[in-house]
């Protein structure tokens, strides 16, 4: 909905319209671990791979703003990185190797713009598992432009997948994956279940 600018009772009397009519429902996400009470919401995106790392990393920077920041925060997790070991269960099947971006998605988009999930749909009662690697620090280096435009889910080594919930979890296959972000906000270290709740959220939009 518009909103009219410098006129605030005009804009409070558009949004109580908007309260009445009902807006728009969108679905949201839980995100716990698996034998904890304690959860977390989130609308966007849950990462636990080397975007995470990545995330925790820029929220450490004053400079550059912007996608700038998540470049420099790039460059210095590569020089330590190494592919870590998931087993993922979703709601039919099981996928477990090392990997390097794991991204459970409601919307598609993540920090500075980057479409991580390009087809992700916040009102179709499914989440979009997008799940890269192994990749080489190379290999990162090379895919993580195509993040901005979503192309990268057409490399040979991205896997998209759709389920309603999920169980992520640290396999020995390989080192054990950063701290999850979820939305930009640490939630913390696998497992992590994590399980949409359609039109959970109304929107004024």
Same mark, same amino acid.
């Given at each position: 909905? !518009?909103?009219?600018?410098? !006129? ?16 728009? $429902? ?7 671990? *698996? ?7 989130? %609308?966007?995106? %849950? ?53 390097? %971006? ?25 989440? !979009?598992?997008?799940?890269?690697? *192994?990749? $080489? ?7 993580? *432009? ?60």
């Amino acid at each position: 909905m !518009d909103l009219p600018r410098h !006129d605030v009772p005009a804009a409070i009397t558009a949004i109580e319209e908007g309260l009445e009519t009902g807006g728009r $429902s969108v679905d949201a996400v839980v995100v716990e671990p *698996p034998d904890y009470g304690a959860h977390e919401w989130y %609308l966007g995106v %849950l990462s636990c791979g080397v975007d995470a790392a990545v995330n925790a990393k820029a929220n450490t920077l004053a400079w550059p703003r912007g996608s700038g920041r998540y470049v420099r925060a790039l460059m210095s997790v590569l020089r330590t990185f190494r592919p870590y070991g998931y087993r993922i269960t979703l709601d039919d099947e099981t996928w477990e190797s090392t990997g390097t %971006l794991v991204a459970v998605a409601n919307g598609a988009l993540i920090g500075g713009g980057m479409r991580i999930a390009p087809d992700a749909r916040m009102d179709d009662g499914m989440l !979009d598992v997008v799940i890269g690697g *192994p990749l $080489s620090r190379r290999e990162v280096l090379s895919l993580f *432009p195509k993040v901005y435009s979503g192309a990268h889910v057409h490399h040979p080594a991205c896997t998209v997948l759709h389920t309603t919930t999920a169980l992520i979890e640290h396999s020995h296959v390989g080192p054990v994956p950063p701290a999850a972000f979820a939305d930009g906000e640490r939630i913390g270290p696998l497992p992590l279940r994590v399980q949409v709740r359609p039109g959970a959220v109304r929107l004024l939009a």
